[in-house]
């Protein structure tokens, strides 16, 4: 069975509220991805959530310094994550925690981490050198799949033995996981794998594009590792 993303209390509620303007968009996802519903953000960072929801709803909303510190406090991230300023920066930038713990992930940890599915990298021989890129991709069946194009880097990758990587750095409290998977990757022929594929892939192509080439990578080991404070 095809891992699927847990299910939160807010589940329900996110049809209905709907973020606009890029702190908007940041302030929900960071919320949701702490499984906190919008009402008990507001009382964490001591504001109502009727301003929580302006934020969240209106592009031109422009709270003051102090209140994007407590949004931040609240959120468990920092001002600078919530007003984009890193998102062009590489994550990992901050300083590392002062006693931090690092641990190897079990192979059951490791698969239920990768089967949240979103973008990974995977690691691919060319003619001239190994290059990684990164794709969107999902777990069917245990297996790794993604979509490609045709002589795209990605689907180089047919007929070899590859290494595909997913990792999540929270900067703020300098802590995170990695995964890495190896083994074989093919090409998808069969028209009724490529249709079933179709149907339970989670994640499409951000590049866009005309991308109908299915890639599977069965993974024959799988490890993984863990940063905590």
């Given at each position: 069975?095809?891992?699927?993303?847990?299910?939160?209390?807010?589940?329900?509620?996110?049809?209905?509220?709907?973020?606009?303007?890029d702190?908007?968009?940041?302030?929900?996802?960071?919320?949701?991805?702490?499984?906190?519903?919008?009402?008990?953000?507001?009382?964490?960072?001591?504001?109502?959530?009727?301003?929580?929801?302006?934020?969240?709803?209106?592009?031109?909303?422009?709270?003051?310094?102090?209140?994007?510190?407590?949004?931040?406090?609240?959120?468990?991230?920092?001002?600078?994550?919530?007003?984009?300023?890193?998102?062009?920066?590489?994550?990992?930038?901050?300083?590392?925690?002062?006693?931090?713990?690092?641990?190897?992930?079990?192979?059951?940890?490791?698969?239920?981490?990768?089967?949240?599915?979103?973008?990974?990298?995977?690691?691919?021989?060319?003619?001239?050198?190994?290059?990684?890129?990164?794709?969107?991709?999902?777990?069917?069946?245990?297996?790794?799949?993604?979509?490609?194009?045709?002589?795209?880097?990605?689907?180089?990758?047919?007929?070899?033995?590859?290494?595909?990587?997913?990792?999540?750095?929270?900067d703020a409290?300098?802590?995170?996981?990695?995964?890495?998977?190896?083994?074989?990757?093919?090409t998808?022929?069969?028209?009724?794998?490529?249709?079933?594929?179709?149907?339970r892939?989670?994640?499409?192509?951000?590049?866009?594009?005309?991308?109908?080439?299915?890639?599977?990578?069965?993974?024959?080991?799988?490890?993984?590792?863990?940063?905590?404070?």
């Amino acid at each position: 069975m095809r891992a699927m993303p847990e299910r939160t209390r807010t589940d329900a509620a996110t049809t209905a509220e709907r973020p606009s303007g890029d702190l908007g968009r940041r302030l929900a996802a960071r919320r949701l991805h702490l499984g906190l519903a919008r009402r008990e953000t507001a009382v964490r960072a001591g504001v109502a959530p009727s301003y929580l929801k302006y934020l969240e709803e209106h592009p031109g909303a422009s709270p003051n310094r102090g209140t994007l510190l407590t949004l931040a406090a609240a959120l468990e991230t920092t001002v600078s994550e919530l007003t984009g300023g890193a998102a062009d920066l590489p994550t990992g930038l901050g300083e590392a925690a002062r006693s931090p713990e690092f641990t190897e992930l079990s192979t059951d940890e490791c698969r239920s981490l990768l089967g949240t599915h979103g973008v990974g990298r995977i690691a691919v021989s060319t003619p001239s050198a190994p290059v990684v890129v990164p794709v969107n991709y999902s777990v069917v069946d245990g297996a790794i799949v993604f979509r490609t194009a045709s002589g795209a880097t990605p689907s180089l990758a047919s007929g070899h033995q590859v290494a595909f990587e997913v990792d999540r750095i929270d900067d703020a409290f300098s802590s995170g996981w990695s995964v890495l998977a190896c083994g074989p990757a093919h090409t998808v022929t069969d028209p009724d794998e490529t249709r079933r594929l179709d149907e339970r892939a989670y994640t499409a192509p951000w590049a866009g594009g005309h991308r109908d080439l299915w890639m599977r990578i069965e993974p024959r080991t799988i490890t993984g590792r863990r940063i905590t404070v």
